[in-house]
T-cell receptor, first 112, second 113 residues
Framework: EAQVTQNPRYLITVTGKKLTVTCSQN?????MSWYRQDPGLGLRQIYY???????DKGDVPEGYKVSRKEKRNFPLILESPSPNQTSLYFC???????????FGQGTRLTVV | AQSVTQLGSHVSVSEGALVLLRCNYS??????LFWYVQYPNQGLQLLLK??????LVKGINGFEAEFKKSETSFHLTKPSAHMSDAAEYFC???????????FGTGTRLKVLA
């Protein structure tokens, strides 16, 4: 079954404590991306990756880092989280040509 | 630049009534268009998509949408609402080969008994 798996599903952390949200896909897709969802704003792209070791900024990259050392994994790193990064995060894996994006179940992050 | 406008952040319909969720897009190239549904505490699930070919697209759960280039619209419809349709719906646009999806702000559908 085609799947994008994110962990954890829920996370509460304190300001400044580094955290990583993992994302893994089993479809051998080259393109993966991270979005954040905020009420009234829809989903906005944070970072994307066209392939292993190829990453680039999306529309709202400030405060985030990513890495792509293997095709299946695309972790999102918050080195010093702040309360304005409290949000619902989604990882996506996209088919060749961009005809469909598969989303993970989401990670609800609260930074206090 | 591409953009998506979803009219109505909240829509209420009675069970059995027509569902109409509106989406207008802006794109300088022929777009790919998508509708995703998000149930509470879940991820996004693809309802339907338009990439090429027939402009009337049928999706899962009885939903359909029509790509109207002249109106730059991709409205989502369902003839008869069911309680299980209550969810948030997102329209998205992309361009062939670019992979980046631009999402609308979402429409929360409420179905009244």
């Amino acid at each position: 079954e085609a799947q994008v798996t994110q962990n954890p599903r829920y996370l509460i952390t304190v300001t400044g404590k580094k955290l990583t949200v993992t994302c893994s896909q089993n479809m051998n897709h080259e393109y993966m991306s991270w979005y954040r969802q905020d009420p009234g704003l829809g989903l906005r792209q944070i970072y994307y990756s066209m392939n292993v070791e190829v990453t680039d900024k999306g529309d709202v990259p400030e405060g985030y880092k990513v890495s792509r050392k293997e095709k299946r994994n695309f972790p999102l790193i918050l080195e010093s989280p702040s309360p304005n990064q409290t949000s619902l995060y989604f990882c996506a894996s996209t088919t060749p040509g961009g005809t469909e994006a598969f989303f993970g179940q989401g990670t609800r992050l609260t930074v206090v | 630049a591409q953009s998506v406008t979803q009219l109505g952040s909240h829509v209420s319909v009675s069970e059995g009534a027509l569902v109409l969720l509106r989406c207008n897009y802006s794109s300088s190239v022929p777009p790919y268009l998508f509708w995703y549904v998000q149930y509470p505490n879940q991820g996004l699930q693809l309802l339907l998509k338009y990439t090429t070919g027939a402009t009337l697209v049928k999706g899962i759960n009885g939903f359909e949408a029509e790509f109207k280039k002249s109106e730059t619209s991709f409205h989502l419809t369902k003839p008869s609402a069911h309680m299980s349709d209550a969810a948030e719906y997102f329209c998205a646009v992309s361009s062939p080969g670019t992979y980046k999806y631009i999402f609308g702000t979402g429409t929360r559908l409420k179905v009244l008994a």
